[in-house]
C-alpha cells in the first residue's frame, strides 16, 4: 500500500467510525431513570423489575432511584413507564455522544410516532369590541389562517420539525407535534399573541388611578387573577371618570423571589399606538449600555417618520410606554428625538424573555388572542400494523438490491453492498445530526436515495465493462471507468440536489422532510460512491498482478 | 461494433403511448369525478369516538376500508381510555358536511357495539392555500435553476429535453392518481416528488454520454450519436430502474394497506420515468436543434 491509499484509508475509518458514533443515541445502548415515590412498594419495584428481565438490561437500585440500561429504551418505553404505579417520573438520559458531539435522537413523525394534540381557541370578543362590530364568517376565517401561517412559523423556529397545523371548526387550530415530550416551550411560544406596542402615557390620569388605589385598595397587593384585575379595572375606571381616548393598563414587575410577573400599578395610556410590530423592520438581542440584555430594532421608513413625531420636542418630559400583550413592561421618560429609525426595548426582561421578544417582533403578532383549550396525546396516523409491514418491506427491497447486486456483479457487487451500508449509515449519522423527524415522506427520500446510490455504482461498473471490452486491462479499465463515470454522476446528482434544494425552503412540513432527506442521501452516496468505492477498487488493483477483474 | 438501437426512430409510437396515456387517464379522471383530494387539501370531518375494550385502530380501518371510507385513524389520549380520532374527509363531493357525518356515524354504529360519539367537528385542510402557493413557486423556481445548470454543464437544448421528460413523468403521474382514484394526501405528494427527483437524474446519464460521443469527431449525424448513446447505457438504465423498483415493490407487496396507494404511486412513476428518458428526452432535444439551426 502506498502512502497516499494509507491517508486513506485512516481517514476513511475515522468517517465511518464518527457516523457510526453519531447513531448511538437511536440505536444504541440507552439509560432510562426511574424516580420512585417515597411511599412505593416492594411490589412496584418487582413490577419494574419484571419488565425489564435481567437478561437483556442492566439494573442499578439506589435507594428511590432506578436506573435501567440497555437497547430499545426510548420514549414510548418512558411514558409506559410513567404510567406505572409508585413511579413518579422516568426520563431518558441523554447518551454520552449527545453530549460530546451534539449527536441528536432521530425524532419520528406524527405519521410514525404519534405527539401531542393542541386545541387553541380564538378569542374574537376582543377584536369585536374594538371594532365595535361583529366580524362574518369570513372575516373570521380570515384571521384564523393568519393565525395559522404565524404559529406553523413559530413551531418552526422552535425545531418543532414536521407539525401538523390545521383550522378546526370556525374559531380553532388544531396543532399536533410529532413526539410525546412535554412541548412547554413551543406552548409558551404559540400561546403568546405577541402584541408589541409603543403607547404615550397620560400622567395626570395615572396619578388619579394611583391616588384612587390608595385611598381605596391601601397597601394591599393588586390580584394577578385576569378576570378579578379587569373588574378593578373598570371600577378604577369609573371612580376616576376615564375619557374613551385612553385606557387603563397595570405596569408590571417581576418577584425578585419568584421571578414571576405581577401587576405592580396601574397606569393610562393613550388608546392610539403611537408605534406598532409591524412598523418594526429588523430585531435582535444585544446587551445595553448597562450590559443588561435588550431587543434592538430598526424601523421601517413609515415607523422612522411616526417615531419621530411621537418622540419629537412636544412630547419631551413624557413617558413613552412599552406594551406587551397589553402589559406595559417599560416606560422610559422621552428626551432627545429619534429620527433614525433605530432603538431599544428595555425593562427587567430575563434572557428567554428577550429572544423571544425578538423572535415574535421579526414574525409579527398574531391577529388575534389564543388560548389552548385541549391538550392530550395521540397516536401514529399510519398504524402501528402499517408501520410493522413498512419496516419489513423496507428491509426485503434493501436485501433484494443488495442480493441482486451481488449475483450480477460478482465480487464488484461485495462492494456496491457494503457502500450501499456505509451509505445507511452516513445518512443516519446526518439525519441524527441535524436532529431531523423521520415521516413517510421521509423514508420515501431514503428509499429514493438508496436507489441511487446503487445507481452510481452501476453507472461506474457499466463504464468499466466498456473499458475492459475495449481490451485495457483490469488497473487501465478501472481507473477509466471511474473518471469517466463521474461527471455523469455528478451532473446528474448535482441537478437533483439543486431542486431538493430549493424544495427545502419550503417552510415546513412533508416536503421539506423529503427535501432534506433526499439532498443528504445525494451528498453520501457521492461520497460513498466516488471516494470509498473508488479507493477499495485502488486498494484490489494496486497489486500489479491482477490479471481478470470479478465485474 | 455493438449493435445500435435505433430509439429514435420509433418516438412517434413513443408520442402516440404517450397520448394515449394522457387521453384515457384524463378520461377516467374526468369520468371519477375529478381528482381525489384528501383531507389534508380540502379539509373534512374528525369524530372522536369511544370504543369497547380491545379494538384497535387497526380493525377500525378495516371496518371503514370495506365500507369505502379512507380515514385517518388516530389512538388519542391514555391507552386505556380506548378513545380514538377518526378523520375523513367529506363523504360525497357535494362536500355535505351533515351527509357525511351521517353516514360515518352510521358505519360505526353498525360495526361496534358499546361506542360513545364524543365530539364531531369539520376541520380544515393541513394544506392551506397559502402552502399551495409557495409549494407551486417553488417547484416553478427549482426548474428554473435546473435548467440554467443544464444549461451551464450541456447545452440550453438539452434542458428543454431534461424538462419536458421530467413535466412528462409529473404529469402523468398526478393523472395516474386521477385514473386510478387514489386520494391525494400529503404521502402522495411525497411520491410525486420522488418521482421528480428520479426523472431529472435518469435523463441526464444519457446526455451525459451524448456530450461524450459528440466530442468524438466522425461523419455520424446527432440522430447516430443520440441513439448510439442510449444504446450504450441502456444496460445501465434498465439495471438502475430494476434496482430502484425492487424497493419500491416490496413495498408496494408487503407495506400493508397504509402504504399500497403511495408505493403504487412510485412504482408507476419510475416505469415512465425511465420510459420518457429513452423516448421522449432525447427527440425534444432534436427538435430544438432543429428549430434552432433553421432560424440562424
Known sequence: MTRGLLYKAIFIICIVCFATMLILPTIGENTLQIVLSQTSTEQDLQTIKQRFPESKYKIVIKDKEVLVEGYNLNVAVMNEIKRYSGVVDAKLLPHWSEKALLAKKINLGLDLQGGSYLVLQANYHKIEEKTGKPLTNAEKNEITEQALELLRNRVDKFGVAEPSIRPKGNDAIEIQLPGVKDPESVKKAIGTTGRVEYRLVDDAYTQKANQWLKEHFAGKPLPEDQLELNKLTDTIKNAIALPDSLELLYYYERNPQTAKLFPAYPIVLEKKVALAGNDISKAWVAPDEYQQLAVHFNTTPEGAAKFAEVTGEKNHGKKLAIVIDDKVRSAPSIRVQINTGQAIIQGDFTYEEVTALARIIKEGALPVDLKIIEERTVGPTLGIDSIQSGVKAFIVGIAGIMLFMLIYYKFAGLIADIGLLLNGIFMLALLSWLGFTLTLPGIAGFILTMGMAVDANVIIYERIKEELRTGKTPRAAVAQGFERAFWAIFDSNITTLLSAFVLSQFGTGPIKGFAVTLSIGIISSMFVALYITKFIFEIITSRGSLKKLSI | ?296
Request: overall charge positive; some cysteine; hydrophobic content about 50%.
Open chain 2, 1 to 296: 461494433m455493438e449493435k445500435i438501437i435505433p430509439f429514435i426512430k420509433y418516438r412517434f409510437i413513443a408520442y402516440a403511448v404517450t397520448i394515449t396515456l394522457i387521453v384515457i387517464f384524463s378520461l377516467q379522471t374526468y369520468r371519477n369525478g375529478g381528482f381525489n383530494w384528501g383531507i389534508d387539501f380540502v379539509g373534512g370531518i374528525k369524530l372522536t369516538v369511544k370504543f369497547d375494550q380491545g379494538v384497535d385502530t387497526a380493525q377500525i380501518r378495516k371496518v371503514l376500508t370495506q365500507n369505502k371510507i379512507s380515514a385517518v385513524i388516530q389512538q388519542v389520549g391514555k391507552e386505556e381510555d380506548n378513545e380514538y380520532l377518526i378523520s375523513t374527509k367529506l363523504a360525497s363531493r357535494t362536500e355535505n358536511v351533515e351527509e357525511s357525518t351521517k353516514e360515518l356515524k352510521a358505519v360505526i354504529q353498525n360495526n361496534f357495539k358499546n361506542i360513545e360519539i364524543l365530539s364531531i367537528e369539520t376541520v380544515g385542510p393541513a394544506i392551506g392555500d397559502f402552502l399551495k402557493k409557495s409549494a407551486g413557486k417553488l417547484i416553478a423556481l427549482s426548474i428554473i435553476i435546473m435548467t440554467l445548470y443544464l444549461a451551464f454543464r450541456f447545452e440550453l437544448k438539452y434542458s428543454i429535453g431534461a424538462i419536458v421528460a421530467l413535466v412528462h413523468d409529473v404529469v402523468l403521474s398526478v393523472l395516474f392518481c386521477g385514473f386510478a382514484g387514489i386520494e391525494i394526501n400529503i404521502p402522495i405528494v411525497a411520491a410525486i416528488l420522488t418521482i421528480y427527483g428520479y426523472s431529472v437524474n435518469d435523463t441526464i446519464i444519457i446526455f451525459d454520454r451524448v456530450r461524450e460521443n459528440l466530442q468524438i469527431k466522425t461523419k455520424q449525424t446527432f440522430i447516430d450519436v443520440i441513439d448510439k448513446s442510449i444504446t450504450q447505457t441502456i444496460s445501465r438504465t434498465l439495471l438502475t430502474a430494476l434496482t430502484t423498483l425492487f424497493a419500491v415493490f416490496a413495498l408496494y407487496m408487503i407495506g400493508g394497506e397504509g402504504l399500497n396507494e403511495f408505493a403504487s404511486v412510485l412504482l408507476f412513476g419510475i416505469v415512465i420515468g425511465t420510459y420518457s428518458s429513452l423516448y421522449i428526452a432525447s427527440p425534444f432535444v432534436l427538435y430544438w436543434e432543429k428549430l434552432t439551426l433553421k432560424k440562424a
